[in-house]
């Protein structure tokens, strides 16, 4: 069973760094790519980046392309997160998501996604 817990969130003054993390388990590692993804209140979620759990590429979205770095433990099967500079606009559910991947290009959009994670609020505060 594919299990990927979110972990990490939680209150942060404006300006602050957070770093998620999401451990998975219940599948061969490199087979996966993974992803991060947040949704605000009342707005449709959206991607934040991804890795390649193969060959460790990494894409960004444009959101938070600039504050964030996604990194991976491969032998721990556990993702990152590092956020920076976070201001109100950042406050949300941030969840984890992985895609069977294989050897087909990365990619970071909502609806290839296999697997999500039950996410992790973070309250950015003024």
């Known amino acids: 069973e594919v299990q990927l817990q979110a972990s990490g969130g939680g209150l942060v003054q404006a300006g602050g760094s957070l770093r998620l993390a999401c451990a998975a388990s219940g599948f061969v590692w490199a087979d996966h790519s993974m992803a991060w993804f947040r949704q605000a209140p009342g707005k449709p979620r959206e991607a934040i980046a991804c890795?390649?759990?193969?060959?460790?590429?990494?894409m960004y979205s444009d959101s938070m392309k600039s504050r964030t770095t996604i990194s991976s433990d491969n032998a721990k099967k556990t993702v990152y997160l590092q956020m920076t500079s976070l201001n109100t606009d950042d406050t949300a559910v941030y969840y984890c998501?992985?895609?069977?991947?294989?050897?087909?290009?990365?990619?970071?959009?909502?609806?290839?996604?296999?697997?999500w994670g039950e996410g992790t609020l973070v309250t950015v505060s003024s």
């Open positions: 998501a992985s895609r069977i991947t294989y050897h087909s290009p990365l990619q970071c959009h909502e609806f290839v996604m296999d697997y």
């Open positions: 890795i390649s759990g193969r060959n460790g590429e990494i």
